[in-house]
């Protein structure tokens, strides 16, 4: 139990589209989602936490108009990178906290996108 | 705030050889502590966790114990194996208060390569 699917794994779209990705809890719901990216052999960074039916809570330094965050239900969340640039090609993580248990995160396979 | 720091790496190390990836951190309150693995391409995947002070967390033979007086969770294995290879995320955990959302907050990894 307790697994964090995203969709898609891999993307490659041109500089100046936007791009959509999901993050669905397939076995429990999820209460909060995060949202985290990844550069090469480096740390994960929390880019923004959200709630269901709420607006998501962003971290210092992360624009949320470039960054569409949207938890629309308690199994699905989605992060959309708008008008997307080289800069913003990363490796994007979800994870899914369940409203019942310890507080444990469960997280999805990530989502490696190429803005070309 | 929070923070944890973790062994500078890579760590090489031949099959069968003892492996020990430091990591301290520093907290407000009383943190939960965990290590996550993620292997290449994958996302995090939850190693093990403790959740108070002297508390061992173990699993696939890797062990960590929750040092209050040093502030440390290092990860041990007696022998490791080629497919241990992977990086190595020490992260704590903050219940939520104020601004803190609850959020884990990550160490910057620690690669290993284990070789035949």
């Known amino acids: 139990g307790a697994v964090v699917s995203q969709h898609p794994s891999r993307v490659i779209c041109k500089s100046g589209t936007s791009v959509k990705i999901e993050c669905r809890s397939l076995d429990f719901q999820a209460t909060t989602m995060f949202w985290y990216r990844q550069f090469p052999k480096q740390s994960l960074m929390l880019m923004a936490t959200s709630n269901e039916g709420s607006k998501a809570t962003y971290e210092q330094g992360v624009e949320k108009d470039k960054f569409l965050i949207n938890h629309a239900s308690l199994t699905l969340s989605t992060l959309t990178v708008t008008s997307a640039h080289p800069e913003d090609s990363s490796f994007y993580i979800c994870?899914?906290?369940?409203?019942?248990?310890?507080?444990?995160?469960?997280f999805g396979p990530g989502t490696r996108l190429t803005v070309l | 705030g929070n923070s944890v720091t973790q062994m500078e790496g890579p760590v090489t190390l031949s099959e069968e050889a003892f492996l020990t990836i430091n990591c301290t951190y520093t907290?407000?309150?009383?943190?939960?502590l965990f290590w996550y693995v993620q292997y290449p391409g994958e996302g995090l995947q939850l190693l093990l966790k403790?959740?108070?002070?002297?508390d061992k967390g173990s699993n696939k033979g890797f062990e960590a114990t929750y040092r209050k007086e040093t502030t440390s969770f290092h990860l041990e294995k007696g022998s490791v194996q080629v497919s241990d290879s992977a990086v190595y995320f020490c992260a704590l955990w903050v219940p939520p208060g104020g601004t803190s959302y609850g959020k884990l907050t990550f160490g910057q990894g620690t690669i290993l390569t284990v070789h035949p």
């Open positions: 907290a407000t309150g009383y943190p939960s």
């Open positions: 994870s899914a906290r369940p409203w019942f248990g310890d507080n444990e995160q469960f």
């Open positions: 403790a959740t108070k002070a002297d």
